[in-house]
């Protein structure tokens, strides 16, 4: 079950107002359904989503935005452990992950 709790629907411009200048590869860490994900896809040259659980993956796989398709890619992992080589990315987000 998904809660969220952004009434004044405030969550995406905030965190797209922390990106960096457009261009960037970025690192979403519990990126869970994909939600945000998308967001950050419309600044960011690429932006891989982790998260710890397959069921929010394939949501977020499943409304990937066909302009987006090569920009955006999702991996089960665990911000503990990290599948990608250090440098990978110019900026790792976490938000809304506990």
């Excluded at 690429?46 to 397959?54: K, L, P």
């Excluded at 452990?81 to 506990?98: I, K, Y």
Aim: a negative charge.
């Amino acid at each position: 079950m998904v809660i969220r709790s952004d009434s004044a629907g405030l969550e995406g411009k905030y965190l797209l107002d922390m990106l960096p200048a457009p261009g960037k590869r970025i690192l979403e860490i519990g990126c869970g359904d994909g939600r945000l994900t998308w967001q950050y896809a419309e600044r960011a040259a690429a932006v891989v989503g982790i998260d710890v659980t397959d069921d929010s993956l394939r949501e977020g796989l499943a409304g990937r935005p066909a302009r987006f398709a090569r920009r955006v890619d999702f991996a089960l992992a665990s911000s503990t452990d990290l599948p990608f080589p250090a440098n990978s990315f110019h900026n790792a987000l976490f938000a809304w992950s506990f």
